[in-house]
C-alpha cells in the first residue's frame, strides 16, 4: 500500500508538470502577483502629486512651498495660476490635494498673527485624504515651530470635497460596484466554454453550422446580460441600503457599465479560448483578477504607485470603470470625461473578441 501511495504522488507530480499550461499557471501567477503586490498594494502614500496656489507674494509663503518640495512624500509640485485651476486638478485626478495659500500669509506671520493655509483635498479617496492631511499637519507644525517659536500660529483649513464627512462607505462601496460586476461577468464566460470542453460538447458546436463569430456572440451575450443584472441589483442597493448620493447621469453611467461589461466579457472569452478545463479557467480568471482588481485604484490610488506601473495599468478595463463609478456617484462627471474613460473599454473588447475567435476558428482547421 505504502508503495502504491508513493507512485501515486509520484505520478500527479509528473502529470502536472508535463502539462505545460499547468506548469505555467504554478510557476508564472505567484510571481507576477507577489510583482504586483510588492508595488502596488500598500496603504503608504507617496508619489503624491500636490497642486500649489500661492497668491503670497512674501518669504513665508515661499520657505513653506519649499517644506512641502523637500518632504519625501510629495515628489511633484503643479503650480496652479488661479483659483479656478482647482477644479479641474482635482475631478480629473491628477493630484489628491490643493495647497491654497493666500495673499495675507507672510504679512500676518510677520505681524504676529495667526496665518491659515486651506487644504483641498479629494474626498473620494477618504484613506488617502486622512493620510495626506497627517503629513500636511506635521510639515506645518515643523515650520511653525522652526520659524516661530513666538506665539504666532499656523492653522490648516482642511476642506474635503465631494465626500466632506470622508465616510468611508462612500469610497470603497462604488468601487465594489465595479469588482462585482468583474468576478460574475467573468466567471460566467470562462466557465460556459469551459463547462462545455470538458464534457465534450464543445467539439459538437464546432462541427455545427454555427460561425466562430456566432459561438462567440451566443457566449459573451448571456453574460452581458447577466453582468447588466448584477451590476443594477448593486446599484440599487447602493442607493437605497447604503444610502451614497448618486450626482451623475444614469444613462451615461449605464452607458459605461455596458462597455465596461463587454470589455470584461472579451476578455473572459480570451482566458477560455486558452483553456481545456474549468480548473484552468478558474486559475486563469483569478490571475487576472488579482492584479487588475490592485491596478485599478480601489484600494491605493493609481498616482501614487511608481510611474512604470501607472503606465501598465493603461491597459487595465477595471480601472477606466472605477473612475468613473466613483466619479458618476460622488460628483456629477461630465459627458465628455466619462466617454474619455468609455473609448479604452471598447478598444479592450475590440482587441480581445477577435482574438478568442482567431482561436476558436484555429480549434475547428485544427479539428
Not at 499557471?25 to 502577483?33: D, G, H, K, N, R
Not at 502629486?49 to 510629495?74: A, H, Q, W
Not at 517659536?149 to 460596484?177: C, D, E, H, K, M
Request: aromatic share 14%.
Amino acid at each position: 500500500m505504502k508503495f502504491r501511495l508513493i507512485s501515486l504522488i509520484i505520478k500527479e507530480f509528473i502529470a502536472v508538470w508535463q502539462d505545460r499550461k499547468s506548469r505555467f499557471l504554478l510557476i508564472f501567477p505567484p510571481l507576477w502577483q507577489l510583482f504586483i503586490f510588492a508595488f502596488a498594494a500598500t496603504l503608504d502614500v507617496k508619489n503624491v502629486t500636490v497642486g500649489i496656489l500661492n497668491r503670497d507674494s512674501g518669504e513665508k509663503g515661499f520657505e513653506l512651498v519649499e517644506r512641502l518640495r523637500g518632504s519625501p512624500f510629495f515628489t511633484h509640485l503643479v503650480y496652479l495660476s488661479s483659483v479656478e485651476e482647482i477644479a479641474p486638478f482635482i475631478d480629473m485626478q491628477k493630484g489628491p490635494v490643493v495647497v491654497s495659500i493666500d495673499e495675507t500669509f507672510s504679512r500676518f506671520l510677520d505681524a504676529g498673527e495667526s496665518a491659515s493655509v486651506q487644504l483641498i483635498l479629494d474626498g473620494r479617496k477618504s484613506n488617502t485624504a486622512q493620510i495626506i492631511l497627517g503629513y500636511m499637519s506635521d510639515i506645518v507644525a515643523r515650520f511653525n515651530s522652526d520659524l516661530f517659536p513666538a506665539p504666532s500660529t499656523i492653522q490648516i483649513v482642511p476642506r474635503n470635497w465631494f465626500n466632506p464627512n470622508l465616510l468611508y462607505p462612500w469610497f470603497t462601496v462604488p468601487g465594489l460596484l465595479g469588482i462585482l460586476t468583474l468576478v460574475v461577468t467573468m466567471l460566467v464566460v470562462v466557465l460556459a466554454v469551459a463547462r462545455e470542453r470538458e464534457i465534450g460538447t464543445f467539439d459538437q458546436l464546432l462541427v455545427s453550422p454555427l460561425t466562430p463569430t456566432e459561438i462567440v456572440l451566443g457566449k459573451s451575450i448571456p453574460a452581458i446580460l447577466i453582468g447588466m443584472a448584477e451590476g443594477t441589483l448593486i446599484v440599487l442597493a447602493i442607493l437605497f441600503v447604503f444610502r451614497i448620493p448618486f450626482s451623475g447621469s444614469l444613462p451615461l453611467f449605464y452607458l459605461a457599465m455596458f462597455f465596461y461589461v463587454v470589455a470584461i466579457s472579451g476578455v473572459g472569452l480570451f482566458i477560455s479560448s486558452l483553456c481545456n478545463t474549468q480548473q484552468q479557467a478558474i486559475l486563469g480568471a483569478f490571475v487576472f483578477f488579482m492584479p487588475s482588481i490592485l491596478l485599478s485604484g480601489f484600494a491605493t490610488p493609481i498616482e501614487t504607485m511608481p510611474e512604470w506601473l501607472q503606465w501598465v495599468t493603461a491597459i487595465n478595463p477595471v480601472r477606466y470603470f472605477e473612475f468613473i463609478s466613483r466619479g458618476t456617484f460622488l460628483k456629477a462627471l461630465p459627458a465628455s470625461v466619462i466617454l474619455e474613460n468609455i473609448w479604452p473599454l471598447a478598444c479592450t473588447a475590440l482587441v480581445t473578441f477577435p482574438v478568442a475567435g482567431f482561436f476558436f476558428r484555429k480549434r475547428v482547421a485544427s479539428g
